[in-house]
């Protein structure tokens, strides 16, 4: 089922070369549905009660070194599955409503970077991340390079340029991530059987000097994918010069699989480094989210305020992650969906104003509520949801991050408090330059305001649903992710699994605990 | 007096014997009218013969001639990889001027000359037949790279990597020298037997011969600093000449680099392995940062070659079964993704007037997809991206490298690699994100009285199975073995082991 699911999508891709140029957009539509599916499948069959892999693929690939093929979903990462299974539908599809340049190749190049993404949070085998991780930049080089715009009328860089300067930023990180992966399965063999398998390498465990140097290598990687203040230098001119379609799923999920990457590989392998170096990188983390709130609220390109606020909801989850508690990983786990849920409609959205009013400055904006409320309405939903309003998923995510944040560091808490404010003030600037306000230049004046089409609500409106669905319903998520991220957590913490005294417990019991009322000692 | 007839193995030196009378028959056919169409296919037979020679021996090392020579899976390996090298550059040089100007027979004779030297080099086991087949590998390619007789480019070419390859050779041989007086033997084993005999362990005299023989190796493989000849003699020399040396002559001397560090010298493993590893670092930043910079492509893949011999002396640096395992895939993968960008870069200059220029491949993408995809991947596959042999070729070297205790060569190969995706993605962007320059390919400059010599050739270069053959064939390898490695990772470890068992 894994593999279904994996490799999916690369098969439309290549039959989809073979197809008329036409057909080329509604077969990756096709595709990305057919993938949703097996994903939707995999959820529903998902046992929530354990910590172990599930759906498990396990098959040697290059035996001479070590390398498994090895797949499997858990609490960790099925929810992200989902993710991207449901963003590439709304990518694609939107995209398929549009004239494209080449068409092929650009549904092509889409579909093999679902492949990839997906093969990142699937794989469980440290190499085949690797060497997935490394694989989602390829086809996102193109898109943006090819498909760009290229910027160096108004005083930016072209496409190519942009796109090179994102993809050396993000490999230095990745090759010294590969360097280190290799170093932890020889280092973690000590001469004997070769493996690279996460599950074994985690039993195995690391002395502490090779923990040391090898946790920086990794944290490079996942910091600079995400990207985390001082490293984010490539994020502005590529994500000016992305194609929409391409940008709205490379910001919802790529950036999570950094995130995804502390708690997959970071956490369990390299426990001792991860406590050693816990306050650098909340470190890192509140300067992320101070900076790209500050950012957010000064920029006027549309691409770049929800680039930087992707860059303070990134900094949340880090520091979610680097409570270094169940709570707080669990709270990450959610708003890392909860953020590719309302950033990739946000860039839907964008690329409507953009066609509406011909720029993408919001001082040129303004004024569309009026004349397209239903466009209006769900952008507020949307606005509203970023900035963690109570009521919607997002502001659960917030609680349990900041719940496991004060309990761990609170003066770190009191510092990512000032960011939900700054939120607030981005979300609703951004909504208010956008819809209200009245247009800030005659000649755009009521030309090309217009309601939200029908095609274009097939793909907003369903993300919306989403949106909501987990507003009203958080529990999906965080009962299915619960389990093991206390075995994540618990292993930094130096003790095992708490779910022999979970499973002893009441149901009462259990909802305390989720919320962080009772904790359980290991 | 009684006459000992010595036992000759014929089923073992087949492979050379095969090759030789295949070269005269080349040579021959080409004084003849009526013969002269048929080189190329005559060589294609050679060298297909060679190859089946040589798969046949497969698995069964033995020593030949009284152990100059020693036919094992690691000699076996280096020569298919040579032999495809060849084979591919023969469908390359169909049409090439160079081809016509030189006479097919001798331009074929002597790809089939240096070819023997390479089967017999990575056969080597003993100074002289080391030195001799360094020397037939090399004279023809001195040769064939200026067979563009009337370019001045290949003349310089030829000439130059006459004179530096002399160099090469003499220090080399200077180095055997030293090492034949110390230790009074030419065997790699009696090498390695004198220096423990004579109490020769960390003696100047061997030190210097080590060090000597280093050198002339690292001409040979262009190993920075002593890379300088690469950039212009590959920029010179016909293209299809030009991939044959990239690749071959490499992949040859790389051979011969194990065997006589790991039989000969692997005693003084503590003495060689710390200016290797400092040699390997040289390359791998010399090579990338002096790609950087380059508009001619062939000038490009000269210094990444620069850059990728100093990865692959990382395979050498170790000295172990995984190095040597890692060096041969390494070899194997840099052939198909080095010859993938050649046949492109062949069809370009057939077509266009800007030779091997990058703006040859402007636009490439849109206009020609089936020759941008196979420059493309190569491209890709040389930076190490995953999905083709070149990711796990990096993989293995840097396993390899973990393992020999040489992580921070590790870290360099990685760091070089960040450096190297500035100007192979260059590459890649110029086909891909860039409009077409502003004359046409296949549209005539428009200069009063050119020379013919300036024109396109054949304005359908790359539609033709011989060109696009070759280019779709190799990339497709590429990701072949970058999806499914073990084939080719079991082929490795069997010359790995070769070595070490």
Known sequence: MSSVLLWAPLAFGLLGLFLPRRAAGPWAVLGTVVTLGVAIAIAVGFDNGTSSLQYAVDEPWISGLGVDYSLGVDGLNLFLILLTAVLWVGGVAFAAFREQRNAKTFYFLMLVAETATLGSFLAQDLLLFVLFFDLMLVPFYFLFGAWGIDRSAEGGTTAAAATLKMIVYTLIGSLL?????????????????????????????????????????????????????????????????????????????????????????????????????????????????????????????????????????????????????????????????????????????????????????????????????????LFLIVALATLAMPGSANFVGEFYILNGLFQAKIVFAFVAISGVAMSAYYALRLYQGAMHNRPASAQNQGLLSREIGFRDGLVLVPLVLCIIGLALYPQLILERTAPTVEQTVAKVRGGEAPEAQLASMSLEEKAEVESGALEIVP | ?????????????????????????????????????WAPGLTTITLGATAGLLIWQWDDPKPLITGALRLDDLAISISLIAILTAAFCVALSLRERATEEAGSGEYHSLLLGSVLGMVLLAQATNLVTFFVALETLSIPLYILCATNLRREGSLESGLKYLIVGSIGSATLLYGMAFLYGGTGATNFGGIADGIARNGLDGDPLILIGIAMAAVGLAFKTSIAPFHQWTPDVYQGAPTPITAFMAVATKAAAFAVFLRFFDVALGSQLDDWQPALAALAAISILVGNVGALGQDSLKRLLGYSGVAQAGYMLGGVVVLSESGTSSLVFYLAAYAFMNLAAFSVIVARERETVFGDDIRAVRGLGAERPLLAWPLTISMLALAGLPATAGFIGKLYLIEALVEGDYTWLAVFIAVGTMISL????????????????????????????????????????????????????????????????????????????????
């Open chain 1, 177 to 377: 991530m590969l360097v280190a992966a290799i170093a932890t399965g020889i280092i973690a063999a000590d001469g004997g059987q070769l493996t690279f398998s996460i599950a074994a390498l985690r039993e195995q465990g690391l002395s502490h000097g090779s923990q040391q140097w090898i946790f920086w290598f990794f944290a490079a990687a996942f910091l600079v994918k995400m990207p985390a203040f001082l490293l984010h230098g490539w994020m502005p001119d590529a994500y000016r010069a992305a194609p929409l379609p391409a940008l709205a799923v490379f910001s919802g999920v790529l950036a999570k699989v950094g995130a995804y990457g502390f708690l997959r590989v970071v956490l369990p392998l390299f426990p001792d480094a991860t406590v050693e170096f816990q306050e650098v990188i909340l470190l890192v983390a509140l300067a992320s989210i101070l900076y790209g709130s500050v950012m957010a609220f000064t920029q006027t390109n549309v691409r770049l305020i929800a680039g930087y606020s992707s860059v303070a909801q990134l900094g949340f989850i880090t520091a979610g992650i680097f409570a270094l508690r169940a709570d707080g990983s669990d709270g990450a786990v959610l708003q890392m969906v909860n953020h590719g849920l309302v950033v990739a409609p946000i860039f839907v959205i964008v690329a409507l104003l953009v066609e509406r009013t011909g720029s993408e400055d919001i001082r040129e904006m303004g004024g569309l509520a009026l004349r397209a409320p239903v466009l209006a309405a």
């Open chain 2, 422 to 501: 500035a100007y192979y993605l260059r590459v890649v962007a110029a086909m891909w994100m860039r409009p077409e320059t502003e004359a046409a390919p296949g549209a005539r400059p428009v200069i009063a009285g050119a020379s013919p010599e300036a024109d396109p050739v054949d304005p359908e270069a790359g539609s033709r199975w011989y060109i696009a053959g070759p280019a779709l064939l190799a990339s497709a390898a590429t990701v072949f073995f970058g999806v499914i490695p073990q084939p080719l990772v079991e082929f490795a470890s069997h010359a790995g082991a070769a070595l070490f068992s």
């Open chain 2, 1 to 37: 007096m009684n006459f000992n007839e010595p036992h000759i193995d014929y089923a073992g030196i087949s492979p050379l014997i095969a090759l030789t009378v295949g070269l005269c028959v080349v040579l021959l056919s080409g004084v003849f009218k009526p013969t002269k169409r």
